[in-house]
């Protein structure tokens, strides 16, 4: 996920331009006098941008790679699924 960094003036002339970008992903912060008022972010992120978002706070920690599979806690009986079954739980 990219951030640009725009003065206001320029944000006006350039605006179709800014648009294009922020929807293939990027992020706008918005300068007046060289200091930061706001930002334009898509509406839809991907989920990597948002997994990147994340890194990059610090919340968490990934290393890349795949988790491995773990085999489930419980096996429903027959037919029915879990879905089946939480829905007449909920019921």
């Given at each position: 996920m990219s951030h640009l960094t725009v003065g206001i003036r320029e944000l006006k002339r350039?605006?179709?331009r800014y648009v294009r970008?922020?929807?293939s992903?990027?992020?706008v912060i918005i300068t007046?006098?060289?200091k930061p008022v706001g930002r334009i972010v898509p509406l839809k992120p991907s989920l990597e941008a948002r997994m990147q978002e994340v890194l990059q706070t610090g919340l968490v920690?990934?290393?890349g790679r795949k988790l491995a599979p773990i085999e489930p806690v419980a096996q429903?009986?027959?037919d029915r699924t879990?879905?089946?079954l939480l829905?007449?739980?909920r019921g």
């Open positions: 350039q605006l179709s970008q922020i929807e992903g990027a992020t007046l006098r060289g920690a990934w290393s429903t009986q027959g879990v879905a089946d829905l007449e739980d």
